[in-house]
């Protein structure tokens, strides 16, 4: 009895304490989130996604009356929390190198779930860690009031978190639990998650490597490079025939070259102009310069459904404009109907302008 008594009091205690202390942790998660986020993001590191969250008083509340072990509320440390969700198991890793670094990490707490387990493991884990500033940070203005508070900081793969989510939402929380035939299924798919993870590495360094292979070979030639969306970016934006048309664009009209964007598009609409080399693109845009310059002129005087930009500032178009338009001359060598179906398919058809842009390109030769 008098333990029961002894162990409500101090809930009570660490309810208050709770209570008085959230606002700070929930400022102290948002704020370490954030600066995780400028972290990998200053050493290049992508993620999927990086989420927050505090533990709310309902959560709080049976956590304390289940487990009796608590003092104070400081003996708690996944109070706050914060989840990065890595497109690579092997980022996993990249990442845990750099909290470490700027983190104190409170190693007694901290676990690697992957490592934890019998290698016919059940489940598909990741790693965590219980972590607080550093001091030298604790000591700055913006970060003093969160000094000796920790937070609970997981590090997984999307597909590591996607076994996790399914995992829970079946119910089963630890291998006892499991039916024999079902724990069979549970551990076939655990294995082949890890599998996918390993393969999915396997696959972004094979087109690393061969992003690399493209960057050597274009220095020398471009023969017997196939057309692909990672040819095309090296195509368009280094010295080549699509370069030298773009800039010819530029002065002809209010454009100017910016930044490269995912252009798959733009190598579907070649390659159904059968296009399926490099080679045999660049020597297309050297054979059409001229037809594609006096396009560019043409397209001037057609009526624009878009909105009026500023006339005074530059259009900001991609690298490899010149493809763009080479592939509307060669839509003008189609017949009428082809060509019509060509821009409805492009969803250029709309409008006035598109009625338009369609005789100019049945007229165009």
């Not at 993870?197 to 493209?214: G, H, M, N």
């Not at 560019?296 to 878009?306: C, G, H, N, S, T």
Request: proline share 3%; charged share 30%; net charge neutral.
């Amino acid at each position: 009895m008098m333990d029961h008594v002894k162990f409500s009091a101090t809930s009570a205690t660490l309810l208050q304490e709770f209570d008085m202390a959230i606002g700070r942790y929930e400022a102290f998660c948002s704020t370490t989130a954030d600066l995780i986020k400028r972290l990998l993001s200053s050493k290049k590191i992508e993620v999927h996604s990086i989420s927050s969250r505090c533990k709310d008083r309902a959560s709080f509340e049976k956590k304390v009356t289940k487990k009796s072990h608590y003092k104070s509320l400081p003996d708690i440390t996944d109070l706050a929390g914060i989840r990065i969700i890595t497109h690579y198991s092997d980022d996993v890793d990249v990442i845990a190198r750099l909290i470490e670094k700027e983190f104190e990490i409170d190693r007694r707490n901290s676990i690697d779930k992957r490592t934890a387990l019998d290698p016919d493991r059940f489940g598909y884990l990741s790693l965590h860690y219980v972590a607080a500033l550093k001091n030298t940070r604790s000591k700055l203005q913006e970060y003093s009031e969160y000094e000796n508070l920790k937070v609970e900081i997981q590090i997984r793969s999307i597909l590591q978190h996607t076994w996790a989510e399914i995992e829970h939402d079946i119910g089963y929380k630890n291998e006892i639990e499991v039916p024999g035939p079902i724990k069979r299924k549970f551990s076939r798919l655990a294995g082949l998650l890890e599998l996918a993870d390993q393969e999915f590495i396997s696959i972004r360094k094979e087109i690393d490597k061969y992003s690399k292979t493209l960057d050597k070979q274009m220095k020398t030639s471009i023969k017997n490079i196939g057309l692909d969306a990672l040819s095309y970016e090296k195509f368009v934006t280094r010295a080549s025939a699509s370069s030298q048309i773009d800039e010819k664009i530029c002065k002809l009209g209010n454009y100017k070259i910016g930044s490269f964007k995912d252009e798959s598009r733009m190598v579907s609409r070649l390659t159904k102009f059968d296009i399926t080399t490099i080679e045999q693109l660049s020597s297309l845009l050297k054979e059409h310069e001229n037809d594609i310059l006096r396009l560019v002129k043409a397209l001037r005087f057609l009526p624009d459904d878009e909105p009026v930009q500023d006339p005074r500032k530059p259009t900001i178009v991609a690298p490899g404009i010149s493809c763009f338009y080479l592939v509307h001359v060669l839509a003008a060598m189609k017949d009428p109907e082809e060509i019509e179906n060509y821009v409805h398919e492009n969803g250029w058809l709309e409008g006035q302008g598109g009625t338009d842009f369609v005789a100019l390109l049945v007229n165009f030769f």
